[in-house]
Every structure is written in structure tokens, then in C-alpha cells.
């Protein structure tokens, strides 16, 4: 979905896993719709590169493993008067063996920590400011292996199945809260989603392999052309979907 210049003046989004190729579509494409932008990652010198060029940007050093050090940057925001709107979470990883005997537990411990534990404590820390906007929207990245798993990316698939199931959970929170509380429900005007690839694909991985088809993959533009899009779609409509994009 295109979404117009300035339609998102007003809105805030916290980007967590910002310096990633897709959080930095996702910052390109919020800032030309006009949101404002808290873009988070560990490495700040990564980050810088990654946000070079891009307005309206607070970059902000956290290591999202670590809930008290989440709930000290949502406070370290209100402080400077910064409210959150919609988190979009592009962290994550990937890990591989061969077959489930190769999965292993250092590989396992790695993607839960980054997929699920990033989520879980981001999510609870921001979730108030995300159930409160009147344009509230938390998404992930999610994979079509979810739904086929395969023996050598069973941890991965795993972690990504974990992270699916606490975003539709939080969806019902959400819901719970707004348009089917049983007293004095309200319009729905929170989501949260998730949006289903093969796997990414950026400009890096085109110039390094031009003979390559990329069959099936989707490009971190198109991605942020859709993360962008739900800020502009009814919350009733995406709230708790999963949300394919075409390669």
C-alpha cells in the first residue's frame, strides 16, 4: 500500500532492530509518510550508518535482551517527552543444522534470545502506549517456514512460531480492550500483526549475486512499503492476521 507524503505527521514509531536492511527501508518509507522515528539497536555505529539520510530520526543505543534496560529507554523517552505509537520489531537472526540432531543448544539459546526475548520484552514494556494511541501498531516479520518446517531449521522455524503466537496473543489483549470489552466497547484502533516472507531480500544481496534469481524472496522495500501501510489501514481489519507478501 502507498501510503501519501505527511499522512503519518503526528505518529511515532520505535523501529527496534533499526540498522538491519529492513529497518532501514522501514525508516526511509515512515519518514517520506511524514512519522517520526525512535530507531533502536545495540551497535550505534551500525545504526548511524543505517539512518544516514533519513529525517526525522531519535536513534537510541538498547540492548533489547535485557528488560530493565527496555523499561529504562521507554522511560528515558517520556522523559524527553516522547510517546510511542507503533513498534515495528525486525529483530532477529538465523541459525541452521543438519536435521533435528543438529540442532543445537547454543543455536537454540541464540534465536530464542533474539526472536522471543526481544519480543517479549519490548511488548510488555510498550504495550500500554500501543493499546492507548489512537493509531496504535506493533508488527513482525514472520516466515512461510511456519507453516512447513523443515528437520535443518527446526530452532529457527521454532522461535518464529513462538514470536507468532505472542503477537496474536497480544492481538486478543488488544481486542479485549477496545472492541470487545464487555463494557462500553470502542471502535478497534490498535493492531498487532504479522507479516509473512520467504525470505528478505536488500540491494546488498542483488550487487554481490546478479545472477541470482532470489526466487520467492521479498525485498525490504516492499516490506516497509507494507509496514507502512498498516499504519493507515483499519485495526479491525489486520489485528491478529498474518499478513502474506508476495515475493
Request: some cysteine.
Amino acid at each position: 500500500m502507498s501510503v501519501a507524503t505527511g499522512s503519518l505527521t503526528g505518529t511515532t514509531v520505535l523501529i527496534a532492530g533499526a540498522s538491519s536492511a529492513s529497518g532501514t527501508a522501514c525508516a526511509r518509507a515512515l519518514a517520506a509518510a511524514g512519522a517520526s522515528i525512535v530507531a533502536v539497536d545495540i551497535n550505534m555505529d551500525r545504526l548511524g550508518t543505517a539512518m544516514s539520510g533519513v529525517d526525522g530520526v531519535r536513534m537510541e543505543q538498547c540492548d533489547l535482551t535485557d528488560g530493565k534496560a527496555v523499561e529504562n529507554l521507554r522511560s528515558s523517552l517520556l522523559d524527553k517527552g516522547c510517546t510511542i505509537d507503533g513498534v515495528l520489531h525486525l529483530v532477529g537472526g538465523w541459525r541452521g543444522g543438519k536435521g533435528i540432531k543438529g540442532q543445537t543448544d547454543e543455536d537454540w539459546d541464540f534465536l530464542h534470545r533474539l526472536i522471543v526475548t526481544t519480543l517479549r520484552n519490548v511488548t510488555r514494556t510498550f504495550y500500554d502506549d500501543v493499546e492507548s494511541s489512537p493509531r496504535g501498531r506493533y508488527a513482525i516479520v514472520s516466515a512461510t517456514a511456519v507453516a512447513k518446517p523443515t528437520a535443518g531449521g527446526a530452532s529457527y522455524t521454532a522461535a518464529k512460531a513462538a514470536a507468532e503466537t505472542w503477537i496474536m496473543a497480544m492481538a486478543q489483549g488488544l481486542a479485549k480492550a477496545q472492541s470487545t470489552r464487555k463494557e462500553n466497547p470502542v471502535e478497534q484502533h490498535s493492531a498487532a500483526s504479522v507479516l509473512v516472507i520467504k525470505a528478505l531480500l536488500d540491494d546488498a544481496m542483488i550487487a554481490a549475486e546478479p545472477e541470482k534469481s532470489f526466487t520467492g524472496y521479498t525485498h525490504v522495500d516492499q516490506v516497509a512499503e507494507a509496514m507502512t501501510g498498516l499504519f493507515v489501514t483499519p485495526a479491525s481489519e489486520i489485528n491478529g492476521v498474518r499478513i502474506p507478501l508476495s515475493s
